[in-house]
C-alpha cells in the first residue's frame, strides 16, 4: 500500500516538472543553404499526438484490467482477491502514468536542448527572401532571417522524437507485461505482443514518411522509450512479480509461470 501511495504522489510531481520543462528556451538555430535534410515538404501527421496518446492510454487500461482479472480465483475469500485485484489495476495504471510523464520530461530537456530543426523546417517557416539568403549553390550559414510562414518551438523539436519514445515505451511495456503476467492461452499472448509491436513501429516509421523526424531522431526516441520501459520494469515493478489473491492459510497461492518467483506478496 506504501508503494502504491508513493507511486499515486509522484504524478503531481511530474505534471509539474512536465510543466517546468516546457519552459526551458531553445536555441533559435540557423542552418545552412545546402542543407538538404530541412528542405523536405510539411505532410499532415499519419498519427497525430493525441491519437497516438488515446490509443496507448485505452490499450494500456484494458491490458492492466484484463491481466488481472486473468488472475482471479473462484475460491473462497473472493472478496480479498477483488481488493487485491483492484489495487493492483490503480497500481500498475499509475506506474504506467508516472512513465508516461517521465518520457514527456525527459523529451522536454533533451528538445530544447538539441535544438534541432525538423526536416520540413523550410516548407513550413518559409524564410522572407530565401533566394537572396540563399543563391544558387550557396553553402553559406543563415542565422538572421525572418519566417513568412509558420514560426513555431516544434519547428526546433526534431530530436529526439517524441512518437518514437512514446511509442517504444509503451510496446516495451505492454509486451512485458503480457509475457510475465496474465494466465491466458500463448497463442493470445503472442498474438497480442506482436500487433502492439507492428503498431508502435509502425507509428515510429510513420515520422520519417511524414518529413517530421530523420531515421536518427526516431532511434533516439526509441532508445529513450526503452530504457525508461526497462528501468520501470525491472526497478519499480521487479519484473512484474505475480501476486498472491488469497490468504496463504488457505493452501493455495497463485504459483509463477515464468521462472521462479520468490516474493508472492502483492505489489502495492
Same mark, same amino acid.
Given at each position: 500500500?506504501?508503494?502504491? $501511495?508513493?507511486?499515486?504522489?509522484?504524478?503531481?510531481?511530474?505534471? !509539474?516538472?512536465?510543466?517546468?520543462?516546457?519552459?526551458?528556451?531553445?536555441?533559435?538555430?540557423?542552418?545552412?543553404?545546402?542543407?538538404?535534410?530541412?528542405?523536405?515538404?510539411?505532410?499532415?501527421?499519419?498519427?497525430?499526438?493525441?491519437?497516438?496518446?488515446?490509443?496507448?492510454?485505452?490499450?494500456?487500461?484494458?491490458?492492466?484490467?484484463?491481466?488481472?482479472?486473468?488472475?482471479?480465483?473462484?475460491?473462497?475469500? !473472493?472478496?480479498?482477491?477483488?481488493?487485491?485485484?483492484?489495487? @493492483?489495476?490503480?497500481?500498475?495504471?499509475?506506474?504506467?502514468?508516472?512513465?508516461?510523464?517521465?518520457?514527456?520530461?525527459?523529451?522536454?530537456?533533451?528538445?530544447?536542448?538539441?535544438?534541432?530543426?525538423?526536416?520540413?523546417?523550410?516548407?513550413?517557416?518559409?524564410?522572407?527572401?530565401?533566394?537572396?539568403?540563399?543563391?544558387?549553390?550557396? @553553402?553559406?550559414?543563415?542565422? @538572421?532571417?525572418?519566417?513568412?510562414?509558420?514560426?513555431?518551438?516544434?519547428?526546433?523539436?526534431?530530436?529526439?522524437?517524441?512518437?518514437?519514445?512514446?511509442?517504444?515505451?509503451?510496446?516495451?511495456?505492454?509486451?512485458?507485461?503480457?509475457?510475465?503476467?496474465?494466465? $491466458?492461452? $500463448?497463442?493470445?499472448?503472442?498474438?497480442?505482443?506482436?500487433?502492439?509491436?507492428?503498431?508502435?513501429?509502425?507509428?515510429?516509421?510513420?515520422?520519417?514518411?511524414?518529413?517530421?523526424?530523420?531515421?536518427?531522431?526516431?532511434?533516439?526516441?526509441?532508445?529513450?522509450?526503452?530504457?525508461?520501459?526497462?528501468?520501470?520494469?525491472?526497478?519499480?515493478?521487479?519484473?512484474?512479480?505475480?501476486?498472491?489473491?488469497?490468504?496463504?492459510?488457505?493452501?493455495?497461492?497463485?504459483?509463477?509461470?515464468?521462472?521462479?518467483?520468490?516474493?508472492?506478496?502483492?505489489?502495492?
Amino acid at each position: 500500500m506504501i508503494r502504491l $501511495v508513493s507511486v499515486i504522489l509522484s504524478i503531481p510531481l511530474l505534471l !509539474f516538472a512536465k510543466y517546468l520543462t516546457k519552459k526551458i528556451p531553445f536555441t533559435d538555430t540557423g542552418f545552412f543553404c545546402d542543407d538538404t535534410e530541412i528542405r523536405y515538404p510539411s505532410r499532415e501527421d499519419t498519427v497525430s499526438s493525441e491519437v497516438m496518446h488515446l490509443i496507448y492510454a485505452v490499450t494500456a487500461v484494458l491490458a492492466i484490467i484484463m491481466t488481472e482479472l486473468s488472475l482471479l480465483r473462484t475460491r473462497r475469500h !473472493f472478496s480479498v482477491q477483488w481488493h487485491q485485484c483492484f489495487l @493492483n489495476i490503480v497500481f500498475f495504471f499509475s506506474i504506467y502514468l508516472c512513465s508516461v510523464l517521465s518520457v514527456s520530461v525527459s523529451l522536454n530537456v533533451f528538445k530544447s536542448t538539441s535544438s534541432r530543426l525538423r526536416p520540413n523546417f523550410i516548407d513550413v517557416c518559409k524564410p522572407k527572401h530565401l533566394d537572396q539568403l540563399c543563391p544558387l549553390g550557396s @553553402n553559406a550559414w543563415v542565422e @538572421n532571417f525572418t519566417c513568412t510562414g509558420e514560426s513555431r518551438r516544434d519547428l526546433h523539436f526534431s530530436f529526439p522524437s517524441g512518437h518514437a519514445a512514446h511509442s517504444i515505451f509503451f510496446a516495451t511495456f505492454l509486451i512485458s507485461l503480457l509475457h510475465l503476467r496474465p494466465r $491466458v492461452p $500463448v497463442v493470445v499472448k503472442i498474438y497480442a505482443q506482436f500487433a502492439i509491436f507492428v503498431f508502435s513501429v509502425y507509428v515510429c516509421l510513420s515520422r520519417i514518411r511524414d518529413f517530421k523526424h530523420r531515421y536518427v531522431d526516431v532511434a533516439g526516441g526509441g532508445l529513450l522509450g526503452f530504457a525508461i520501459g526497462m528501468g520501470m520494469i525491472e526497478l519499480v515493478l521487479r519484473g512484474f512479480n505475480h501476486p498472491m489473491y488469497i490468504l496463504p492459510s488457505e493452501g493455495f497461492q497463485n504459483e509463477p509461470i515464468f521462472g521462479k518467483v520468490n516474493d508472492y506478496r502483492s505489489i502495492p
